[in-house]
């Protein structure tokens, strides 16, 4: 992405119901703005011009191809935009975008919205008037990967100190606050995004840089991310009822020294869509060199569903050979993104300390990886550092297994003893849950069996301050938190 100075747009007649400026590429020196105390704010952040108006006319917010970086205060009234190149949210900006504003990402531009350290993103919808990121194409023609996505980047912790957020951005995050604020995600849809920027370098739905938690998350939904739905780099901030939904890559990635508390959560996979890296529900990670660093990846989840794709599909089958991956169909986006099969519903390594509890897996290959291929994660599992607990299992091919891309050899001994050793967990039919469909999802994904709702145990320390429930699993019987707010067909919803 060019880096290019910015300019005031020509004073617009007051005639307009709104006046709206804007920063864009000229090679000549900004043109001072009539009233430069009143209407704008000009600074330079990393060798960028910026201002603090954030909108071209037409509700187009950013510039095109060119970075955009937004200072100052400023909320966007409920309506339609459309979002070009990256736009940043620098230190100290606030951008609030009010209930049921859809903004598209612009597929030519690339356009992601990425808020800095110190900067906030205020996004609170409702379940009536949910906040919409999705794709500017056309009605029945978006894909996974159709513009960037959204990158939030804070000042909490993580175990590399200072990082480089992924997916090619020049923000960095990480700092010494574990209670930083970077603002609100509350009834809120990201869909279709991902856009590859390099090989290997793909924003994620949602991504979140050491994100403190001051920071308020629930209630988002991510669809058909070209990436993973959630990546966690570090932080501390805590999740409540998020769902992935077919995406491309892993559901819910945790790295670098990731703390924090997620419960309340549903995967739902395509059985067309999965990536060359293995698609998992959860993959986690402490360090990818499998370094034993501080602070040590250590989420608690609680509460989550993932219904995989064995579990939609009876006539799945996860290729393997070479040139014989999964057809991704109509949603395939050619775009560089690389086809490939499923592998886990829990594929832990690199001296993860992830802990699970209170959960259902169904229709995965394989239901746990504990690998050591980098890093002792065998080793905390049998330490206790990694907990998982009250977990069901349905129709998978293989409980465990210990290595990453090469479980198709058969079952193998830790992780397989690790999961049938630990309180609570179960091997079950899928007809044991009792499970039938949500009245806004087409998907069997709530459970009806007796058994589920007696299943759940809130004994561990380490869930001391989850919400207690008495069911294993995201749903209660007939608790259908995806009312009202959620999309499963945005593909063909006019926007």
């Known amino acids: 992405m060019k880096k290019n100075k910015c300019f005031s747009w020509a004073v617009i007649a007051l005639s307009m119901a709104t006046m709206m400026t804007a920063c864009s590429s000229e090679n000549n020196e900004p043109t001072p703005p009539v009233n430069p105390e009143e209407n704008y704010t000009w600074s330079v952040d990393g060798g960028l011009k910026a201002c603090n108006n954030l909108l071209f006319p037409g509700n187009v917010i950013g510039n095109g191809d060119d970075e955009f970086v937004f200072v100052g205060k400023q909320t966007l009234p409920k309506g339609i935009y459309i979002l070009k190149g990256w736009v940043y949210i620098a230190n100290g900006a606030e951008l609030t975008i009010e209930p049921g504003t859809i903004i598209k990402g612009d597929k030519t531009s690339k356009a992601a919205l990425i808020v800095e350290r110190g900067g906030k993103l205020i996004a609170q919808g409702s379940k009536d008037a949910p906040i919409v990121f999705t794709s500017a194409q056309p009605k029945g023609e978006r894909k996974p990967g159709d ?25 960095k995050h990480g700092g010494d606050n574990p209670q930083d604020n970077s603002g609100i995600l509350s009834y809120v849809r990201i869909e279709f995004a991902g856009y590859p920027f390099q090989a290997n370098q793909e924003i994620n739905g949602l991504t979140l840089g050491s994100v403190g938690s001051g920071t308020k998350i629930d209630h988002v939904q991510i669809s058909y991310s070209n990436d993973d739905a959630f990546e966690w780099f570090g932080g501390t901030v805590n999740c409540t009822h998020i769902i992935s939904y077919k995406t491309w890559d892993d559901d819910f990635d945790t790295d670098n020294g990731y703390n924090g508390n997620i419960q309340f959560g549903l995967s739902v996979r395509d059985p067309k869509i999965a990536d060359t890296s293995n698609s998992n529900g959860f993959e986690s990670d402490n360090w990818k060199d499998g370094t034993n660093l501080s602070p040590m990846t250590s989420p608690i989840f609680s509460n989550m569903t993932f219904v995989g794709p064995m579990a939609l599909d009876p006539n799945f089958v996860n290729k393997a050979g070479a040139g014989e991956y999964i057809n991704a169909g109509t949603y395939n986006p050619n775009n560089g993104a690389a086809l490939g099969r499923f592998q886990a519903a829990f594929h832990l390594r690199r001296f993860t300390n992830l802990s699970c509890f209170n959960s259902i897996a169904i229709g995965y290959p394989v239901g746990l990886i504990i690998e050591n291929d980098k890093g002792d994660a065998q080793g905390a599992a049998l330490k206790g550092d990694i907990r998982l607990q009250n977990i069901w299992l349905a129709n998978v091919e293989l409980v465990g297994s210990d290595k990453n891309s090469s479980w198709s050899v058969g079952e193998n001994a830790f992780s397989k003893t690790f999961f049938e050793t630990q309180t609570g967990n179960k091997v079950v039919e899928t007809a044991k849950l009792g499970l039938k469909i949500g009245s806004y999802l087409n998907i069997p994904c709530i459970p009806t069996a007796t058994e589920v709702f007696k299943a759940a145990s809130f004994t561990d320390s380490k869930l001391k301050s989850f919400e207690k429930t008495q069911y294993i699993g995201a749903f209660g019987n007939n608790d259908n938190w995806l009312a009202g707010w959620t999309n499963f067909d945005p593909n063909q919803t006019t926007y």
Do not use: D, F, S, V
């Open 147 to 171: 513009w960037g996505g959204i990158i939030l980047c804070g000042k909490a912790p993580n175990n590399q100190n200072e990082m480089q957020i992924e997916g090619g951005p020049r923000t």
